[in-house]
């Protein structure tokens, strides 16, 4: 599997084909994908298009996209025009958006060959994809354990050679979990960062488009042609997209690490605690200080999220009444016809999110339940920026947990607690990063969480660069056959 940045490289110099590439991508996905499940939809012809244009350039020496011939993978929650586009769910089963996303449209401009639309949890609800309403997504480490989710389709695409990158979304977690679950990096910018046009949305001030790669290098080439702002999206961030290649000096001489006790305390697998521990002191090792530093409000970030995310949900899914578009199931009268088409069209975790937003929302209890978790969010950020005062990056397990097997965690509390470590930086819209960091004893990969401060992604990516370099554990790949 070579890099996204080690591809274009050898196409510039002749010496590796973007149409031999591409073709090699999708017949190894023709011989693959069926024991991992990471596709929903391969766009064979739209991809092969893609790559002879940018074989076309690479010869003619025309001008170039940064990420011209690049194999990349999309989770299905993206909009794309004239490619079905299901978000994971029965309700939008024969969807086919008549525009693209401002990402999906960025990296085509960039580019890019797009080689499909990867499974997730319905409407992004999950931590495991195995929410997801047409087939289940394995770790390619091991094919009886989940990839993680909501981007598990997006994580195992990558992590399998079934594409060189991939974007997912990160709503509570859902790009650095399954990052760490199958042994890539993942990578979620501050909010806004890069545009929401175009997505599906679950829960609007919490989605952040993500990246995740095999390397720091290929994650900084797809923030760079990806970042910026976007008048299509309200949310966007205007402000200046650095050049997060050229941040990558290898050097971590100066940097003050915080480590928050309250991110290695009960619940954390003793493999992954040593890990971390272990990555923290080779960030030291590299020339970073590093102290303690404490997030008292951490404990209350799981309880606050499924409050804030699960209203929002009530709200952005009441637009999926089978009257515009997606599935429609007839009934005697409208209010029939809408509450058909739900029971039909949503899974049983959307339903329940579904529910409980609404009653947080409901009179009478808007203000004991989103109105009070609002103002603990606000806490939380306190926390955050206090902490930013004394240190640059924090640093701390990704997940509580390594890939746990199918089944495991039917409980849905059980599974809401593996974005324990990822919910806090969420709420807040800091930038934070997963970058392998060693392996358990049963050989399943580790992730060592880096969050930094607001629009400060250049540092996490300089951080988490020096690391990766001075580590074997990003060149560790997954033999699938």
Same mark, same amino acid.
């Given at each position: 599997?070579?890099?996204?940045?080690?591809?274009?490289?050898?196409?510039?110099?002749?010496?590796?084909?973007?149409? $031999?590439?591409?073709?090699?991508?999708?017949?190894?996905?023709?011989?693959?994908?069926?024991?991992?499940?990471?596709?929903?939809?391969?766009?064979?012809?739209?991809?092969?298009?893609? $790559?002879?244009?940018?074989?076309?350039?690479?010869?003619?020496?025309?001008?170039?996209?940064?990420?011209?011939?690049?194999? @990349?993978?999309?989770?299905?929650?993206?909009?794309?025009?004239?490619?079905?586009?299901?978000?994971?769910?029965?309700?939008?089963?024969?969807?086919?958006?008549?525009?693209? +996303?401002? @990402?999906? $449209?960025?990296?085509?401009?960039?580019?890019?060959?797009?080689?499909?639309?990867?499974?997730?949890? !319905?409407?992004?609800?999950?931590?495991?994809?195995?929410?997801?309403?047409?087939?289940?997504?394995?770790?390619?480490?091991?094919? +009886?354990?989940?990839?993680?989710?909501?981007?598990?389709?997006?994580?195992?695409?990558?992590?399998?050679?079934?594409?060189?990158?991939?974007?997912?979304?990160?709503?509570?977690?859902?790009?650095?979990?399954?990052?760490?679950?199958?042994?890539?990096?993942?990578?979620?910018?501050?909010?806004?960062?890069?545009?929401?046009?175009?997505?599906?949305?679950f829960a609007s001030s919490l989605d952040h488009v993500a990246p995740l790669t095999l390397d720091i290098?290929?994650?900084?080439?797809?923030?760079?042609?990806?970042?910026?702002?976007?008048?299509?999206? $309200?949310?966007? *961030?205007d402000a200046p997209v650095p050049d997060y290649v050229a941040a990558l000096t290898g050097s971590v001489?100066?940097?003050?690490?915080?480590?928050?006790?309250?991110?290695?305390? &009960?619940?954390?697998?003793?493999?992954?605690?040593?890990? *971390?521990?272990?990555? @923290?002191?080779?960030?030291?090792?590299?020339?970073?200080?590093?102290?303690?530093?404490?997030?008292?409000?951490?404990?209350?970030?799981?309880?606050?999220?499924?409050?804030?995310?699960?209203? &929002?949900?009530?709200?952005?899914?009441?637009?999926?009444?089978?009257?515009?578009?997606?599935?429609?199931?007839?009934?005697?009268? =409208? @209010?029939?016809? *809408?509450?058909?088409?739900?029971?039909?069209?949503?899974?049983?975790?959307?339903?329940r999110r579904v529910m409980l937003g609404t009653y947080a929302l409901s009179t009478g209890y808007y203000?004991?339940?989103?109105?009070?978790?609002?103002?603990?969010?606000?806490? *939380?950020?306190?926390?955050?920026?206090?902490?930013?005062?004394?240190?640059?990056?924090?640093?701390?397990?990704?997940?509580?947990?390594?890939?746990?097997?199918?089944? !495991?965690?039917?409980?849905?509390?059980?599974?809401?607690?593996?974005?324990?470590?990822?919910?806090?930086?969420?709420?807040?819209?800091?930038?934070?990063?997963?970058?392998?960091?060693?392996?358990?004893?049963?050989?399943?990969?580790?992730?060592?969480?880096?969050?930094?401060?607001?629009?400060?992604?250049?540092?996490?990516?300089?951080?988490?660069?020096?690391? &990766?370099?001075?580590?074997?554990?990003?060149?560790?790949?997954?033999? =699938?056959?």
């Amino acid at each position: 599997m070579r890099t996204i940045h080690e591809l274009t490289t050898a196409f510039a110099k002749g010496d590796a084909s973007p149409v $031999a590439v591409a073709e090699e991508y999708l017949a190894r996905i023709g011989a693959l994908d069926a024991k991992v499940g990471a596709y929903l939809t391969v766009t064979r012809d739209e991809a092969l298009a893609a $790559a002879r244009a940018a074989e076309a350039r690479y010869r003619a020496r025309a001008p170039l996209g940064p990420l011209d011939g690049a194999p @990349i993978a999309l989770k299905d929650v993206f909009c794309t025009r004239g490619v079905r586009t299901t978000s994971g769910s029965r309700i939008l089963d024969t969807y086919v958006p008549p525009y693209d +996303a401002t @990402i999906v $449209a960025r990296l085509k401009a960039a580019g890019a060959v797009i080689l499909g639309k990867t499974n997730m949890d !319905e409407f992004a609800m999950g931590s495991s994809t195995e929410h997801s309403a047409f087939q289940l997504t394995r770790n390619p480490w091991d094919l +009886a354990r989940v990839p993680g989710g909501s981007s598990g389709g997006s994580a195992a695409a990558v992590a399998g050679g079934l594409a060189a990158g991939s974007f997912g979304t990160d709503t509570g977690g859902s790009v650095r979990q399954p990052a760490a679950f199958c042994g890539v990096v993942g990578m979620k910018p501050t909010y806004g960062r890069i545009s929401r046009y175009g997505l599906i949305a679950f829960a609007s001030s919490l989605d952040h488009v993500a990246p995740l790669t095999l390397d720091i290098v290929d994650t900084a080439l797809l923030l760079g042609a990806t970042a910026g702002h976007d008048p299509l999206d $309200a949310t966007s *961030v205007d402000a200046p997209v650095p050049d997060y290649v050229a941040a990558l000096t290898g050097s971590v001489k100066g940097l003050r690490v915080g480590v928050p006790d309250e991110y290695f305390g &009960e619940g954390l697998d003793p493999e992954i605690d040593r890990a *971390v521990r272990v990555a @923290i002191d080779r960030l030291r090792d590299l020339g970073a200080s590093v102290e303690r530093v404490s997030l008292p409000t951490t404990e209350y970030g799981v309880a606050t999220y499924y409050i804030v995310a699960p209203a &929002e949900a009530s709200s952005n899914l009441a637009r999926y009444d089978g009257v515009k578009y997606g599935l429609r199931v007839p009934g005697k009268d =409208l @209010i029939d016809m *809408v509450s058909r088409t739900r029971a039909a069209g949503f899974g049983a975790e959307v339903k329940r999110r579904v529910m409980l937003g609404t009653y947080a929302l409901s009179t009478g209890y808007y203000d004991a339940y989103y109105g009070q978790a609002q103002r603990v969010r606000t806490l *939380v950020r306190r926390d955050f920026e206090k902490a930013f005062e004394r240190v640059d990056v924090l640093a701390t397990p990704t997940t509580p947990s390594v890939a746990f097997k199918h089944g !495991e965690k039917a409980d849905p509390l059980a599974m809401y607690m593996n974005d324990v470590y990822t919910i806090p930086a969420s709420m807040t819209g800091l930038p934070a990063i997963s970058v392998p960091c060693g392996f358990n004893a049963a050989g399943l990969p580790i992730g060592l969480q880096l969050i930094g401060r607001t629009l400060d992604e250049a540092t996490l990516l300089r951080a988490a660069h020096a690391y &990766e370099q001075a580590t074997p554990w990003h060149a560790k790949r997954p033999s =699938l056959g």
